[in-house]
């Protein structure tokens, strides 16, 4: 017998229904058991979780960089506002432990402000390029810098020799040997922009010049060991990626929302974040032109990159200096920089995201305000000052833009460092 | 306008956007690129095999390649003046580092110290080769 054709119209729509129902709930099924990533999706997050970063590179540039005698030294030196013109900064004042190492404020205040915004400190024993412009090659390069600059520690190469004799001696010659004879050398006196100690410093005999820049460079050296140790501690992100690719549940500590999600899938694909920011310490230690504005404040003319690297091959305390431990086939980064050319100019170094959410404001002089306008930035693409930009325009909506600051928002955990070496000693 | 003119339109935009902004930073590279390792220069003049140390590429550390040369007849091309240069072609930028041959070890080996590819993609690796056959560029693709 046939069946009624209304019969037949209804077992299809049933048949349709119930297909769509199974449809649609293996769908849901799907999404609360989490998003699928690619295997190119699931080999770059990977690359990011700082399960994968590896041990703390080698420095053959400073010998004393692994000598735990070293870093407390170190550790001390940091803290010292001694080792200023006006006894006044040290180091932790603005790479200040409890934020980070850094100060919150767009420009650095030392005895005076300078043009940057202070860097953080974790991690950079994996950073081939110091400052923003990569001006240093190593982090006890890095170190010297601020001391004998104007506007940050102020003082000069023989007061901090003298500083050492008197405050340190013990201590630096069982790391470094004995002091050289500092007798009758000037209090004040370096190479540095103060005309007075610039002449007083040229009246000094070159091998005497010499002692006292070896002392200089060994406190760079003790002040690197003490940095060395400051590293990264896992993040949520970390907790999440791991158990995602393990194929583990997600717990109370390392889930992420739907939103932070996302963000982390705008971040390695579609917003090409990952491009720059990659690796475990979401940077390729490279330098670009991601067209940041000039800085409201009048400043000088901040060509970036540009300078940076003819500072650092040019540089007393560089890997191939007479001050560096290396031997002569150590230093590749300096011998294989590249030193000419357009991508240069205005080119800063990728910042870690590590931690990236506690230290606004951001950019090289501090002159984007917030997380959420730094991600506007990027998205809207501006054309450089001076350079090329190498960004182009997303096209986020608004959702996406809310959903890469979320993801951003994941990446903190505080500094990791040996017990005490947060605190003033 | 008709609901499918509409969407038709729509979808055209879409698809101009998406050409005109940002994409280009994640576009995948041409389908037919060429990944060999060994490839003729762009002239015939030369063959040339490159040898990444440790076979794989890594990722943001400086490393060194062979640069094998030979003649378009397979001699060994050993006195060779080498220029080498790269970049990403959707990026519009060159390669992070410097790199050069720093040593001719013979049977038309060359040593390339300095390689290092700081973000993952489509690369390009040109060798310029001025030898007794004359002057000509090899082009090497890399996907990272």
């Known amino acids: ?105 767009a420009l650095a205040e030392g005895m005076g402000t300078t043009a940057r915004r202070t860097m953080p400190v974790a991690g950079t024993a994996h950073s081939p390029w110091l400052f923003w412009d990569g001006r240093a090659d190593s ?23 003298h500083a050492v004799a008197a405050h340190y001696r013990a ?42 820049s070896r002392v200089y460079a060994n406190i760079g050296k003790a002040i690197a060991a003490y ?16 158990a995602e690719l393990a194929g583990r549940p997600q717990t109370a500590e390392s889930a992420l929302t739907d939103d932070e999600v996302a963000g982390a899938r705008l971040f390695i694909g579609r917003a090409s974040c990952v491009n720059c920011h990659n690796g475990p310490r979401f940077t390729d230690d490279h330098f670009h032109n991601t067209g940041v504005p000039r800085p409201s404040v009048a400043l000088p003319e901040d060509s970036g990159r540009a300078t940076g690297v003819r500072q650092a091959l040019a540089s007393e305390f560089a890997c191939t200096g007479r001050h560096s431990d290396a031997g002569p086939d150590d230093c590749a980064e300096l011998r294989f920089a590249t030193t000419e050319g357009e991508e240069l100019v205005r ?47 997303l096209r986020l909506t608004a959702r996406e833009r809310a959903q890469l600051e979320a993801f951003l928002r994941t990446l903190s955990a505080p500094v990791a460092a040996p017990p005490g070496f947060l605190r003033q000693p | ?54 076979d794989s590429i ?24 080498v220029a080498v240069d790269g970049g990403m072609p959707q990026h519009g930028h060159g390669l992070p580092t410097k790199p050069r041959v720093t040593r001719h070890v013979g049977n038309g080996d060359h040593v390339v110290d300095g390689m290092k590819f700081n973000m993952g993609g489509w690369w390009v690796v040109t060798f310029r080769v001025a030898a007794a056959s004359g002057t000509d560029s090899v082009v090497f693709n890399l996907k990272l």
Request: hydrophobic residues 45%; positive net charge.
């Open chain 2, 1 to 54: 306008m008709s609901h499918f003119a509409r969407f038709a339109r729509a979808v055209a935009g879409m698809a101009a956007g998406a050409l005109l902004s940002g994409c280009m930073l994640f576009a995948r590279p041409p389908k037919d690129l060429d990944y060999s390792r060994t490839r003729a220069s762009a002239g015939g003049a030369y063959r040339a095999t490159i040898v990444p140390q440790g």
């Open chain 1, 1 to 105: 017998m046939r069946p009624p054709r209304l019969a037949l119209v209804v077992a299809a729509l049933t048949a349709l229904v119930l297909t769509s129902a199974a449809v649609h709930a293996l769908t849901a099924g799907a999404r609360t058991a989490g998003p699928r990533w690619s295997a190119a999706e699931r080999e770059t997050l990977r690359t990011l979780s700082l399960a994968s970063l590896g041990p703390l590179p080698k420095d053959p540039s400073n010998r004393v960089a692994d000598d735990p005698r070293a870093a407390a030294l170190g550790h001390r030196l940091f803290f010292d506002a001694r080792l200023s013109g006006d006894g006044r900064v040290s180091c932790a004042t603005c790479h200040v432990p409890a934020r980070e190492f850094q100060d919150g404020v």
């Open chain 2, 58 to 81: 890594p990722r943001n550390r400086l490393h060194r390649w062979t640069l094998h040369l030979e003649t378009a007849a397979g001699a060994p091309v050993d006195s060779a003046t």
């Open chain 1, 347 to 393: 080119a800063y170094k990728t910042p870690s995201l590590r931690g990236v959410a506690g230290r606004a404001p951001y950019m090289h002089a501090g002159q984007v305000g917030t997380l959420a306008a730094v991600v506007a930035h990027y998205d809207r693409a501006p054309a450089a000052p001076a350079g090329h930009s190498e960004l182009k325009p």
């Open chain 1, 227 to 242: 940095e060395r140790t400051i590293g990264f501690a896992p993040t949520r992100f970390d907790r999440w990626v791991d």
């Open chain 1, 139 to 161: 982090q006890w390069a890095q170190a010297l810098g601020p001391l004998e600059s104007a506007v940050e520690h102020g003082g000069s190469r023989t007061q901090y020799a």
């Open chain 1, 171 to 212: 201590d630096y010659e069982a790391v470094f040997g004995p002091l050289p004879a500092l007798d009758g050398l000037p209090e004040k006196a370096g190479p540095v922009a103060d005309t007075a100690w610039r002449a007083a410093w040229a009246r000094i005999p070159p091998a005497r010049q010499q002692d006292v």
